[in-house]
């Protein structure tokens, strides 16, 4: 057409040189592309794969959803080197040469660079259009052929990616930009890309619009961004006033169309998914309406369409929706939401993770105007009949604010006006179709333009009585930074549809965590039972009933794999049930229900391999005592048969003995008799040699090295000094001390942070076992080798062999020395011949009962009520009051879930401002929030809110327990005292662990009537039950909780 009208001497602009150059330029660059797909991975390579990357690395950084058990700070310094990887990646790049032609045309003179601009983006949709209408021909094809899948699969993915436009090309220009921005500041890549944000602000200022947001990967290049903005308000200054307008709306709504009508705009449009991410262009505003509007300039930002059936098939699809809609709302000053009325459910599903993430974003700080564009709409009395319609979705909307409100503990947020400036009578427009007809030959309709225009003079009304605004170009960039940094915090509500869907998913989660702690409490309960029968074994309570201790433990463990898969069938069965009922919104969160049942099977295989290692280590405790008592046993009955024969023999004397008489006796005999004992000293084991062997064990898979590094250093040598990370080689060591003093951390810090971390696990595991003052065994130091192994894998940038194993020789070492300490204790205390020393005025006052006929009941009532039963009571109450005590914790709001926890103690941190605090979080989080929780327990459980209540009903518990006991042995036929306690023990064996010696002691020369012993016995456990009652008003809540078990297995 152009040169028929030149051979007509028809003057047309194509004529004009600037043009002409400019359309070559476009030529040049567009005529190299043969294939969309290579000429973007060639020629356009920074936005690819590697950038998409960054983003999702960005997101990681705030979100830590992947973190695990790993190290939070280890953690996001991982990130950070990634994110230094990618970048020099990005930099590894030369500049393609279709990126030097497209910045040498935008460094044109004048209107040369705006028709170079217009002519490639007339060539960029021709190609596109030639490309993508025959891939949509092959896709056609294929469609009916069903065994061509895989052909589909790649015909589908080059229709995503076969999109190129005059974005692409500034989007490379910014990554560009932001890699170079890594480099040193004087590197010659860096200078002499520093002129690219003038340009592009220069082109704004033109009329170009913005790319805001990248729609591939759902990021903001937030400095490059940042850098345009600047340079544009330094072009702009002083008129740099703004107001921002936005547009939002499902996919194919007319959006970007309304936009181009309202204010003269030509923002792309087609049908389908065309616009992706958000743009922002700059409208000047005319000097007769500065004034009214307060501003200098106009900033349109048009949006891609929300539910795309492209993403709808992606997990996060409710995610990148969400977070564009949260940013492009918060931006603006007005917000037009469009929508055509078949999509109005999914508008309003965004429009509640909208209000619902203001709620969340302490960085929010305005109310946006917001104005409801209903799209064909034809009837002019829409506005009245919808009214109906209106005041439904206002109700929803409300419904679903105080939903998110009642979430987020902000109950004054009451109505969906409270958050968005919304007025349902004048802040909705029923707009006609464009067409009068069926394109592409139905003219437009004139009914559209009008509506528009009305929509537009209400735009600018509202506007004008806009008291809160950006302000500024500069105020907008940091309002871009701090609510982008907003949205890539949010962890939780941006992955739900709305806002019922995260009010569901939290009752569920709460509903849930009730279920398995009612479990974990019921297993703590019966492993306490467990481990006291396997403590009472080989005493009278259990005999006969097993072969060996093994054999009870082996039963234990059925019984409780039994037990456990039966809780398991019943949380399945209370889950479904939960999922029947009609309250709560819960069919929304069906999706989620595979997710809770493999949590449930999951905790029920964590829990039985937890009670399998109790009972081994209840077992290995038992079988190391018993020979002990068998020696006890034997030396006990020698000497009271000997105490029998000298009442015998002095009872023949026909004289009266006094008191002094018969102690001579008994120290005659006591002295001969211990004599005659065969020496029985217990050989100590070897400690060092168990540990080693076991040590050896725990490397021989780690390979030839590992087992030679610890062959060079003997275990008793180790361990003798704090452990110490050091750098090899003199470069090293001073690199070392150099950053160390510019408080950087280098893998020698990180190393020394993670054995001091792993050394105190270790050491709060040898302080545990030492607390219970029993033998020592194996399964002390596989715990703490376990220990080590797991915070070492969690750990993925230590991989040093020579670490690993000269750590672990440390810690080893030093547990050695205190198991050997503890084993010394232990045998000194379970001595067989100092046991009967003890016990020497125990014979002798019995001795001397017997020989004159004395009264035992009362005496031996209270020596089992308190040697026998009251340490049994005590034990049972230290081993139960921690689930009770956590019961009642777990009542509070604050760890009703583990999200609202850390929100908790995140929110404490800050209130309290201390740097210390801060330091101890990050460096040390495990043992902080331990503190914190039990400064928790601490704070409730002080003055009035006392343990007491707690303790007190597990004392009721025993005291029942032993009553009924008495009970039963009484309906028996007992004919001595033995056989009368006997039958009590056997009564007690599941609930009360009771110390053999104690009852060995107890039943030295007892000669009580068992009738008699009983009422005493009675009289006395209820004198021992107010004594424990006085001692828990007064003592100390830390002694009670450093001696309760504050965890239930899992």
């Known amino acids: 057409m152009a040169d028929i009208a030149l051979n007509l001497g028809i003057s047309i602009d194509e004529s004009k040189l600037e043009i002409q150059t400019a359309k070559e330029k476009a030529n040049a660059l567009t005529d190299e592309i043969d294939d969309i797909l290579k000429f973007k991975e060639e020629q356009l390579p920074l936005q690819g794969q590697t950038w998409k990357d960054l983003t999702l690395l960005e997101k990681e950084e705030f979100r830590l959803r992947k973190v695990g058990t790993k190290g939070i700070e280890h953690y996001t310094s991982n990130i950070k080197e990634q994110k230094e990887k990618l970048r020099a990646k990005q930099n590894s790049h030369a500049m393609s040469s279709a990126m030097s032609c497209f910045i040498r045309a935008l460094s044109s003179p004048g209107l040369e660079k705006s028709f170079f601009l217009k002519w490639l983006r007339i060539n960029l949709d021709n190609l596109a259009h030639d490309k993508l209408a025959g891939l949509r021909e092959q896709y056609k094809q294929k469609c009916n052929d069903s065994e061509n899948k895989e052909e589909i699969k790649e015909i589908d993915r080059q229709l995503s990616n076969s999109s190129l436009g005059t974005e692409h090309f500034f989007r490379e220009m910014g990554q560009m930009y932001e890699a170079s921005v890594s480099l040193p500041e004087k590197n010659p890549s860096r200078q002499q890309l520093q002129h690219l944000p003038r340009l592009c602000a220069q082109l704004m200022l033109d009329g170009f619009p913005l790319e805001l947001v990248d729609g591939d990967a759902s990021n903001i290049p937030l400095g490059w961004v940042g850098d345009v903005l600047a340079q544009l308000n330094e072009l702009v200054s002083p008129n740099n006033k703004i107001l921002v307008i936005t547009v939002l709306g499902v996919q194919s709504t007319g959006k970007s169309t309304l936009l181009n009508t309202m204010f003269g705009v030509q923002f792309a449009v087609s049908s389908g998914r065309c616009t992706r991410g958000a743009f922002m262009l700059l409208i000047r505003v005319n000097e007769d309406m500065k004034a009214t509007l307060k501003c200098d300039f106009l900033v349109i930002i048009d949006t891609e369409g929300l539910k795309s059936p492209e993403l709808a098939q992606l997990d996060n699809s409710h995610e990148h929706d969400n977070e564009l809609a949260t940013l492009v709302v918060g931006l603006s000053d007005m917000t037009i939401i469009n929508i055509a009325m078949e999509n109005s459910t999914e508008m309003k599903d965004i429009l509640q993770i909208v209000v619902h993430a203001f709620l969340r974003m302490k960085e929010v700080g305005k109310k946006p105007k917001c104005q409801f564009v209903h799209q064909n709409v034809s009837d002019v009395s829409a506005h009245d009949k919808n009214l109906r319609d209106r005041k439904l979705l206002l109700q929803q909307l409300n419904e679903m604010t105080q939903a998110a409100a009642k979430m987020e503990g902000k109950e004054k947020y009451k109505s969906f006006t409270d958050v968005m400036d919304y007025n349902p009578d004048t802040g909705n427009w029923y707009i006609p179709g464009l067409w009068n007809g069926n394109p592409p030959m139905a003219p437009v309709n004139a009914g559209y333009s009008e509506a528009v225009y009305d929509l537009k003079k209400n735009v600018m009304l509202n506007l004008e009585n806009c008291t809160v605004t950006t302000n500024n170009i500069l105020e907008l960039c940091e309002w871009i930074t701090s609510l982008w940094t907003a949205v890539k915090h949010e962890n939780f509500i941006f992955s739900f549809r709305n806002s019922l869907v995260a009010d569901a998913y939290m009752r569920l989660c709460i509903e849930c965590n009730k279920w398995e702690w009612d479990l974990k409490k019921d297993m703590h309960s019966w492993l306490t039972m467990a481990q006291t029968r396997i403590k009472n074994f080989g005493t009278i309570a259990v005999k006969g009933q097993f072969s060996d201790v093994e054999d009870l433990r082996n039963n234990l463990r059925r019984e409780a794999s039994e037990k456990l898969m039966t809780s398991e069938r019943t949380l399945l069965e209370q889950l479904t049930e939960y999922f029947k009922q009609k309250e709560g919104h819960v069919y929304l969160v069906e999706r989620y229900k595979q997710e809770f049942e493999n949590s449930i099977k999951s905790l029920r295989k964590e829990l039985e391999c937890d009670v399998s290692k109790e009972l081994t280590a209840a077992a290995a405790m038992r079988q190391g005592q018993a020979e002990l008592d068998k020696v006890k046993e034997k030396y006990t009955k020698e000497i009271e048969g000997q105490v029998c024969k000298l009442i015998e023999n002095c009872r023949k004397k026909q004289a009266q003995m006094t008191e002094d008489e018969l102690d001579t006796e008994f120290d005659k005999m006591w002295n001969k008799t211990?004599?005659?004992?065969?020496?029985?000293?217990?050989?100590?084991?070897?400690?060092?040699?168990?540990?080693?062997?076991?040590?050896?064990?725990?490397?021989?898979?780690?390979?030839?090295?590992?087992?030679?590094?610890?062959?060079?250093?003997?275990?008793?040598?180790?361990?003798?000094?704090?452990?110490?990370?050091?750098?090899?080689?003199?470069?090293?060591?001073?690199?070392?001390?150099?950053?160390?003093?510019?408080?950087?951390?280098?893998?020698?810090t990180r190393a020394q942070h993670l054995a001091d971390k792993i050394i105190a696990a270790c050491q709060q595991s040898v302080e545990e076992n030492k607390y219970r003052k029993n033998n020592y065994h194996d399964t002390f130091i596989l715990e703490?080798?376990?220990?080590?192994?797991?915070?070492?894998?969690?750990?993925?940038?230590?991989?040093?062999?020579?670490?690993?194993?000269?750590?672990?020789?440390?810690?080893?070492?030093?547990?050695?020395?205190?198991?050997?300490?503890?084993?010394?204790?232990?045998?000194?205390?379970?001595?067989?011949?100092?046991?009967?020393?003890?016990?020497?005025?125990?014979?002798?006052?019995?001795?001397?009962?017997?020989f004159y006929d004395r009264d035992q009941c009362q005496k031996k009532a209270n020596e089992f009520a308190h040697n026998c039963l009251g340490p049994a009571i005590?034990?049972?109450?230290?081993?139960?009051?921690?689930?009770?005590?956590?019961?009642?914790?777990?009542?509070?709001?604050?760890?009703?879930?583990?999200?609202?926890?850390?929100?908790?103690?995140?929110?404490?941190?800050?209130?309290?401002?201390?740097?210390?605090?801060?330091?101890?979080?990050?460096?040390?989080h495990e043992s902080y929030v331990k503190q914190w929780i039990l400064n928790a327990i601490l704070k409730r459980f002080s003055g009035q809110h006392s343990t007491f209540q707690f303790e007190n009903k597990l004392l009721e518990s025993c005291l029942k327990s032993i009553n009924n006991a008495l009970m039963n042995a009484k309906d028996a036929t007992s004919e001595t005292v033995k056989e009368f306690v006997e039958m009590i023990c056997r009564e007690l064996e599941d609930k009360l662990a009771i110390s053999h010696d104690a009852f060995g002691t107890f039943m030295i020369l007892n000669n009580a009537n068992y009738e008699q012993f009983a009422n005493w016995l009675k009289k006395s456990v209820n004198e021992m039950a107010e004594t424990f009652r006085n001692e828990f008003k007064t003592n100390r809540l830390e002694e009670k909780t450093s001696a309760s078990s504050l965890e239930a297995p899992g």
């Open 674 to 748: 211990l004599n005659e004992f065969e020496s029985f000293k217990q050989k100590p084991l070897d400690i060092f040699v168990s540990v080693t062997f076991h040590l050896r064990q725990n490397l021989k898979d780690k390979g030839s090295h590992a087992c030679d590094l610890l062959s060079k250093k003997s275990l008793t040598d180790c361990g003798l000094s704090p452990y110490k990370c050091t750098a090899e080689g003199l470069f090293k060591q001073a690199t070392h001390e150099i950053l160390k003093f510019f408080k950087f951390k280098d893998a020698e």
């Open 874 to 924: 005590k034990d049972y109450i230290n081993r139960s009051l921690g689930p009770d005590i956590v019961s009642e914790i777990k009542t509070f709001p604050e760890f009703s879930t583990r999200m609202v926890f850390q929100s908790t103690v995140l929110l404490d941190l800050l209130q309290k401002d201390n740097f210390s605090d801060f330091l101890r979080y990050i460096c040390s």
């Open 784 to 850: 703490i080798l376990d220990i080590i192994d797991k915070h070492l894998n969690h750990e993925e940038h230590i991989k040093d062999m020579e670490f690993e194993v000269s750590l672990k020789q440390h810690i080893c070492a030093g547990a050695a020395r205190q198991f050997e300490e503890m084993h010394e204790y232990f045998l000194k205390e379970n001595d067989p011949y100092q046991r009967l020393v003890q016990n020497k005025e125990n014979f002798c006052t019995s001795f001397k009962d017997v």
